[in-house]
Nanobody
Framework: QVQVVESGGGLVQAGGSLRLSCAVSGTFFSLNAMNWHRQAPGKLREFIAGVGAGGSTNTADSVKGRFTISRDNAKNTVYLQMNSLKPEDTAVYSC??????????????WGQGTQVTVSS
């Protein structure tokens, strides 16, 4: 079993910062790409940022320059540093991880999400 658990969400004023964490645990051979997404009420889920196993990153234009993704391979954890937050950043932020499981190939696992609310 593989578990993905996000943390770090909360209520913050516009212009503030938050740091989200996503930890992956369980039994797997390797941990590959890890990504952050968000979904605001009434909107489709949106890709925010991703980081490969080697550290290469990709960030959505909507948050580029404000959000930074990083990972700690020793802890199987990915982080999302969010600065200069805006009310439109309010959403549930979810993490997904692509893992290789011996005998079962590659699979994606998702966490439950963490709420981020930015007040104006």
């Amino acid at each position: 079993q593989v578990q993905v658990v996000e943390s770090g969400g909360g209520l913050v004023q516009a212009g503030g910062s938050l740091r989200l964490s996503c930890a992956v645990s369980g039994t797997f051979f390797s941990l590959n790409a890890m990504n952050w997404h968000r979904q605001a009420p009434g909107k489709l889920r949106e890709f925010i940022a991703g980081v490969g196993a080697g550290g290469s990153t990709n960030t959505a234009d909507s948050v580029k320059g404000r959000f930074t993704i990083s990972r700690d391979n020793a802890k199987n954890t990915v982080y999302l540093q969010m600065n200069s937050l805006k009310p439109e950043d309010t959403a549930v932020y979810s993490c997904n991880a692509n893992v290789k499981i011996l005998g079962r190939g590659y699979r994606d696992y998702w966490g439950q999400g963490t709420q981020v609310t930015v007040s104006s």
